[in-house]
């Protein structure tokens, strides 16, 4: 079964702790937080006091996705504000800053991985396979919600499931950005098991629905 993270980035951030518990009730298995700087990507959200505050009202793993310049500097605060899977990018920072922070991610306990942007290829995470817990394809441009879905990232989802089925079987392939249930299928045809939605779930008349359909898919 797939498994299903809610981007509060389309949540109602007035009642963002309502929604929440609404897309816990409904079955999610992850919340997804999308973290942004203004520099790493053209938007702020939020940052390490609301990590800290969500953690307090539910009990689902934390997904915290931190799109912002050199990661390594606010790693272990995230961890510390109850992240429980903590991914960077690996465009946010030279290859040696960002092996120190997925090492310092895992010795705080915490689930790491990385994330590439559409433009970067596959071949940028090779550094990195050994110390990542998941892996994250960016199917939109980082920054702002409710894009159109990139089928054309397909590629890079097929390639890695053939190189994490033989190198790290464990390691879970998570897709972000314009999901909803047509798009999910063609990500899970491709070989994710982690699907982020945003708009279209936070939209859908019947979230506990949404979240059954993108469970079913095979």
């Avoid at 897309?23 to 999610?28: L, S, T």
């Avoid at 298995?29 to 939020?46: A, E, K, S």
């Avoid at 879970?172 to 314009?178: H, K, M």
């Amino acid at each position: 079964m797939q498994k299903v993270a809610p981007s509060i980035l389309s949540a109602d951030f007035v009642n963002l702790e309502r929604d929440i518990r609404h897309v816990a009730e409904a079955g999610a298995d992850y919340i997804h937080i999308d973290v942004m700087d203004g520099i790493f990507v053209p938007n702020i959200t939020i940052g390490i006091p609301v990590v800290a505050a969500i953690r307090k009202i539910t009990d689902l793993p934390l997904d915290v996705h931190l799109m912002i310049d050199r990661p390594l500097r606010y790693v272990e605060r995230f961890c510390d504000a109850g992240a429980d899977i903590l991914t960077i990018h690996a465009e946010a920072d030279t290859e040696e800053h960002n092996l120190e922070a997925l090492r310092l991610i895992r010795e705080k306990g915490v689930r790491a991985a990385v994330s590439i942007k559409p433009n970067t290829p596959v071949q940028a995470l090779d550094p990195y396979m050994d110390l990542m817990d998941m892996i994250l394809i960016m199917t939109v441009e980082p920054g702002f919600g409710g894009q159109k879905f990139m089928e054309d990232m397909m590629p890079k989802v097929r390639a890695l499931r053939k190189i994490i089925d033989v190198r790290s079987p464990g390691t879970e392939l998570e897709v972000d950005g314009g999901v909803n249930p047509e798009t999910a299928r063609i990500c899970v045809e491709a070989g994710a098991n982690v699907l982020v939605a945003g708009s279209a779930l936070f939209k859908a008349p019947d979230t506990a629905a949404f979240i059954d359909q993108l469970h079913q898919l095979v």
